[in-house]
């Protein structure tokens, strides 16, 4: 069984900062692609950041410059660095991941962590 868990979400002022971590664990033999993605209320998921296993990056243009993911392969553990947040960063943000186990090739989601920016 694989699972992703994430941490660090919570409740910050505007212009402050916050670390996402998402740990994989279970069977993995390869660990692909992970992403970032969050979903604010009542809108859909949209995506973050990824990083493949090489460490290349892409980001979402909302968030370029102020948002660095980062992984530690050692660890299975993704990483998303926020700053400069804004009030719109609010939601629920969660961790996906490409990858290969015992039971085959896989896409799990971590349950989320919530992050509130106040003004």
């Known amino acids: 069984q694989v699972q992703l868990v994430e941490s660090g979400g919570g409740l910050v002022q505007a212009g402050e900062s916050l670390r996402l971590s998402c740990a994989a664990s279970?069977?993995?033999?390869?660990?692909?692609?992970m992403g970032w993605y969050r979903q604010a209320p009542g809108k859909q998921r949209e995506w973050v950041a990824t990083i493949t296993s090489g460490g290349r990056t892409n980001y979402a243009d909302s968030v370029k410059g102020r948002f660095t993911i980062s992984r530690d392969n050692a660890k299975n553990t993704v990483y998303l660095q926020m700053n400069s947040l804004k009030p719109d960063d609010t939601a629920v943000y969660h961790c996906?991941?490409?990858?290969?186990?015992?039971?085959?090739?896989?896409?799990?989601w971590g349950q989320g962590t919530l992050v509130t920016v106040s003004s």
């Open positions: 279970g069977s993995i033999f390869s660990l692909n692609v």
């Open positions: 996906n991941a490409v990858l290969f186990s015992a039971g085959g090739y896989l896409e799990p």
